[in-house]
């Protein structure tokens, strides 16, 4: 499989994401834990049948220390004992947020009250702003079907 496109190699992409990971910065920088974050990038990416992501946070992560039983356990989340609850709440609204169009009302309250239980303004908004990044990468991959496999932790940075 290749890309349908070089995106490092046109002067749109290599601008556009500076200016994502500038964002994304501003939240691997935040208080909101990093195994969260890694988990949240990992989820959105499966739903969104991103495997270029789900590659990359799944090998950062791995590089990071988290075990592959967690990692392996991601998508099945709900059923699995090895998330926290603020993880658990943190998965939850990622989903919501990712599948936003699949529900009129978009993130239901119930979903950001137990999420606003487990973190803070800051990290909530660490939240929003993770969960809208990763997405738009998922897209931006998905789109120009990037594959996956060949990426190495700190291949990017």
Request: include cysteine; glycine fraction near 8%; hydrophobic fraction near 40%.
């Amino acid at each position: 499989m290749e890309a349908r496109l070089n995106l490092f190699g046109s002067s749109i992409g290599p601008a556009l994401f500076k200016y994502v990971n500038s964002a994304g910065k501003v939240v691997s920088d935040s208080t909101l834990p990093h195994a969260t974050q890694e988990l949240v990038k990992i989820r959105a990416s499966q739903i969104n049948g991103c495997g270029f992501c789900t590659d990359m946070h799944t090998k950062d992560a791995t590089a990071a220390g988290e075990t592959s039983l967690r990692l392996n356990l991601v998508a099945t989340w709900r059923e699995a004992t090895v998330f926290t609850e603020a993880e658990r709440a943190a998965l939850e609204l990622a989903e919501q947020g990712t599948r936003i169009a699949d529900a009129a009302g978009g993130v239901s309250d119930e979903v950001w009250q137990n999420a606003a239980k487990h973190y803070d303004e800051e990290q909530l908004a660490a939240l929003i702003g993770l969960i809208a990044i990763i997405n738009a990468y998922n897209r931006i991959n998905v789109i120009n079907r990037q594959p996956a496999g060949d990426y190495q932790p700190g291949m990017f940075g």
